[in-house]
Protein backbone atom coordinates (compact mmCIF):
# COMPACT_ATOMS: atom_id res chain seq x y z
CA UNK A 1 0.00 0.00 0.00
CA UNK A 2 1.69 3.45 -1.12
CA UNK A 3 0.75 6.60 1.24
CA UNK A 4 1.56 9.57 -0.33
CA UNK A 5 2.03 12.56 2.74
CA UNK A 6 1.26 15.89 2.07
CA UNK A 7 2.50 19.00 4.32
CA UNK A 8 3.56 22.69 4.04
CA UNK A 9 -0.13 24.20 3.50
CA UNK A 10 -1.33 26.84 5.59
CA UNK A 11 -2.98 30.62 5.89
CA UNK A 12 -0.54 33.63 4.17
CA UNK A 13 -1.59 36.87 2.54
CA UNK A 14 -1.54 37.86 -0.66
CA UNK A 15 1.69 37.83 -2.04
CA UNK A 16 3.47 35.69 0.16
CA UNK A 17 4.85 32.15 -0.55
CA UNK A 18 4.04 28.54 0.68
CA UNK A 19 6.13 25.19 -0.27
CA UNK A 20 4.39 22.11 -0.32
CA UNK A 21 5.83 18.75 0.03
CA UNK A 22 4.92 15.20 -0.99
CA UNK A 23 6.86 11.93 0.91
CA UNK A 24 6.37 9.31 -1.62
CA UNK A 25 7.93 6.33 -0.03
CA UNK A 26 7.97 3.18 -2.80
CA UNK A 27 7.56 5.21 -5.29
CA UNK A 28 10.12 4.87 -7.78
CA UNK A 29 10.09 8.55 -9.45
CA UNK A 30 11.65 6.97 -12.80
CA UNK A 31 8.63 5.72 -13.58
CA UNK A 32 5.94 7.76 -12.15
CA UNK A 33 4.78 10.19 -13.33
CA UNK A 34 4.40 13.02 -9.85
CA UNK A 35 2.40 15.68 -9.84
CA UNK A 36 0.58 18.47 -7.68
CA UNK A 37 -3.48 19.19 -8.50
CA UNK A 38 -5.99 21.03 -6.75
CA UNK A 39 -9.42 21.27 -5.90
CA UNK A 40 -12.06 24.02 -4.38
CA UNK A 41 -15.30 23.01 -3.27
CA UNK A 42 -17.84 22.54 -6.58
CA UNK A 43 -15.48 21.98 -8.36
CA UNK A 44 -13.35 19.82 -10.56
CA UNK A 45 -10.01 18.75 -9.39
CA UNK A 46 -7.65 20.57 -11.91
CA UNK A 47 -3.62 20.25 -12.88
CA UNK A 48 -1.53 22.53 -11.06
CA UNK A 49 2.06 20.77 -12.17
CA UNK A 50 3.40 17.73 -12.77
CA UNK A 51 6.63 15.89 -13.94
CA UNK A 52 8.15 12.94 -15.26
CA UNK A 53 11.16 11.25 -14.08
CA UNK A 54 13.38 12.66 -17.00
CA UNK A 55 12.74 16.09 -15.58
CA UNK A 56 10.21 17.11 -18.10
CA UNK A 57 7.44 19.57 -16.11
CA UNK A 58 4.20 20.33 -17.44
CA UNK A 59 2.40 23.85 -15.43
CA UNK A 60 -0.73 25.15 -15.71
CA UNK A 61 -0.50 28.25 -17.50
CA UNK A 62 -2.98 30.12 -14.36
CA UNK A 63 0.40 29.57 -12.15
CA UNK A 64 3.47 29.37 -14.78
CA UNK A 65 5.56 31.82 -13.57
CA UNK A 66 5.07 31.55 -9.87
CA UNK A 67 4.81 28.17 -9.03
CA UNK A 68 7.97 25.42 -9.51
CA UNK A 69 7.84 21.96 -9.10
CA UNK A 70 11.04 19.70 -8.37
CA UNK A 71 11.48 16.45 -6.58
CA UNK A 72 14.57 15.54 -4.40
CA UNK A 73 14.84 11.50 -5.32
CA UNK A 74 16.94 10.57 -2.69
CA UNK A 75 14.19 11.47 -0.42
CA UNK A 76 11.35 10.43 -2.52
CA UNK A 77 9.74 13.61 -1.95
CA UNK A 78 7.91 15.80 -4.52
CA UNK A 79 7.63 19.89 -4.02
CA UNK A 80 6.26 22.44 -5.19
CA UNK A 81 6.91 26.29 -4.37
CA UNK A 82 4.61 28.78 -4.33
CA UNK A 83 5.37 32.48 -4.62
CA UNK A 84 3.16 35.40 -5.45
CA UNK A 85 -0.08 33.57 -4.11
CA UNK A 86 -3.45 34.92 -4.90
CA UNK A 87 -6.64 34.46 -3.17
CA UNK A 88 -7.85 32.14 -6.44
CA UNK A 89 -4.89 30.07 -5.54
CA UNK A 90 -6.70 29.13 -2.36
CA UNK A 91 -7.71 25.42 -2.41
CA UNK A 92 -6.72 22.11 -1.08
CA UNK A 93 -3.41 20.82 -2.78
CA UNK A 94 -3.12 17.08 -3.69
CA UNK A 95 -0.07 15.21 -4.53
CA UNK A 96 -0.69 12.58 -7.38
CA UNK A 97 1.67 9.91 -8.34
CA UNK A 98 0.71 8.11 -11.53
CA UNK A 99 2.33 5.07 -13.05
CA UNK A 100 4.08 5.48 -16.77
CA UNK A 101 3.53 2.31 -17.77
CA UNK A 102 0.64 0.66 -15.61
CA UNK A 103 -2.62 1.95 -14.35
CA UNK A 104 -1.44 2.82 -10.81
CA UNK A 105 -2.42 5.84 -9.28
CA UNK A 106 -2.09 7.04 -5.92
CA UNK A 107 -3.40 10.04 -3.99
CA UNK A 108 -2.12 12.17 -0.75
CA UNK A 109 -4.89 13.03 1.62
CA UNK A 110 -4.56 16.83 0.44
CA UNK A 111 -3.31 20.19 2.32
CA UNK A 112 -4.96 23.10 2.93
CA UNK A 113 -3.61 26.18 1.25
CA UNK A 114 -5.42 29.65 1.84
CA UNK A 115 -4.69 32.79 0.99
CA UNK A 116 -6.25 35.73 2.40
CA UNK A 117 -5.60 38.91 3.89
Known amino acids: QVHLVESGGGLVKPGGSLRLSCVAP????????MGWYRQVPGKQRELVAD???????NVADSVKGRFTISSDNTMNTMLIQMNSLKPEDTAVYYC???????????WGQGTQVTVSS
Open 26 to 33: GIDFRIYR
Open 96 to 106: NARAMYGQETY
Open 51 to 57: MTGGGFT
